[in-house]
């Protein structure tokens, strides 16, 4: 089963951030956190991943809190393109591990 | 195009019939997964390789279901006897030893039975 909680659905604005939340409350000290986004009839893409600190690549930055409860998914500017399922996923930083995903949260972006 | 390809794209089939699928993962990776993948939800795990050994099945995965990569690259996806619940899409990845936290996934196969 999934190990973390994500909104069904949020909207967001061209142009402007999306914030997507997700709880993973269970979360193992060497379980790492990962996003993948499913644009519509195309495979999952990875999006970006992290431990306890703060990262930041090309396509979002991904905020950890503290006690690694929480995290949330930013797209700093939000185009159509970036409407997509997203999926949170935890798991260990191990090559050849599976990823378990959860229903994801379904971001639409509009104009 | 280097990602990774499957084929076919879509293939509609009659209860009981037998189907394969293929993928061929990007070049140098040496493990390669197959997930599935019904409306609504996300993808499931199916199997997975690394070259040709296959170390992990999921429960998913039924007797009628057989997976091969006979020489470390591409990988077959068989369905035997198929059932109107295998209709899903089925989604194959593939990540590189020394980067295996990325999966690289393909377009998946789309998978009707009548």
């Known amino acids: 089963d999934a190990k973390t909680t994500q909104p069904p659905s949020m909207d967001c604005a061209e142009g402007r951030a999306a914030n997507l939340p997700c709880n993973h409350s269970t979360i193992s000290g060497n379980e790492y956190v990962y996003w993948y986004r499913q644009i519509h009839s195309q495979g999952p893409q990875y999006i970006i991943h992290g431990l306890k600190n703060n990262e930041t690549n090309e396509m979002a930055s991904l905020i950890i809190t503290e006690d690694r409860k929480s995290s949330t998914l930013i797209l700093p500017h939000a185009t159509l393109r970036d409407t997509a399922v997203y999926y949170c996923?935890?798991?260990?930083?191990?090559?050849?591990?599976?990823?378990?995903f959860g229903k994801g949260t379904t971001l639409s972006v509009s104009s | 195009d280097t990602g990774v390809s499957q084929n076919p794209r879509h293939k509609i089939t009659k209860r009981g019939q037998n189907v394969t699928f293929r993928c061929d993962p990007i070049s140098e990776h040496n493990r390669l997964y197959w997930y599935r993948q019904t409306l609504g939800q996300g993808p499931e795990f199916l199997t997975y390789f690394q070259n040709e050994a296959q170390l992990e099945k999921s429960r998913l995965l039924s007797d009628r279901f057989s997976a091969e990569r006979p020489k470390g690259s591409f990988s077959t996806l068989e369905i035997q006897r198929t059932e109107q619940g295998d209709s899903a899409m089925y989604l194959c990845?593939?990540?590189?030893?020394?980067?295996?936290?990325?999966?690289?996934f393909g377009p998946g196969t789309r998978l009707t039975v009548l």
């Open positions: 990845a593939s990540s590189f030893i020394d980067r295996g936290n990325e999966q690289f």
């Open positions: 996923i935890v798991r260990l930083n191990q090559a050849g591990t599976a990823l378990i």
